[in-house]
């Protein structure tokens, strides 16, 4: 089970999201793809979107991201995600992720990111606004008193 140094794990967090390694995930050791994790983090980041009810339609992309890749995961390992909302506002969205393996689940990898509106015309960044905000607003002060690892929470917001 999570150890208290990792981040919150709990149903407040954790997402519908929980893909199984698939073989083309895996490399030749059979162990999962450093490409894949990123991938899982940005399935994790879309399932949690919409289980907090943000259309599909809304743009949004990761500005910035730091994965730490902390433990092996094999072919055929069942993943569960967490989302935490660190904060929202205007200029996007910070969220601390969790990515924990196996039945008896063990943190594989964390993964900070913020995210940034932009304007699908242009591509460039805009204000993140309206029911989205809130939403995600909503999620932040719902996850504000749950844990935040040492050494994680300040990844620096940039718009590209």
Known sequence: MPSPDAPYFGAEVTNA???TVV?????YN????????????????????????IAEDVPLRTARSRIDYLREI???ATLTMTTQVLSAGTGGLHLLQAL??????YLAAIEERFDIAFAPATGSACP???????DFQGAAARHSGLAVPSGWGGLASESR
Do not use: K
């Not at 073989?23 to 490399?27: K, N, Y």
């Not at 059979?30 to 009810?53: L, S």
């Not at 993140?128 to 809130?134: I, M, Q, S, V």
């Open 100 to 105: 924990y393996a196996g039945e008896d689940p």
């Open 74 to 76: 094999p072919g055929g």
């Open 30 to 53: 059979d162990h999962f793809n450093v490409a894949y994790y990123a991938q899982a983090f940005d399935m994790a980041a879309r399932q949690f979107r919409g289980d907090i009810g």
């Open 17 to 19: 999201c929980r893909p």
């Open 23 to 27: 073989p083309d995930w895996t490399d």
């Open 128 to 134: 993140l606004d309206g029911a989205a905000l809130r």
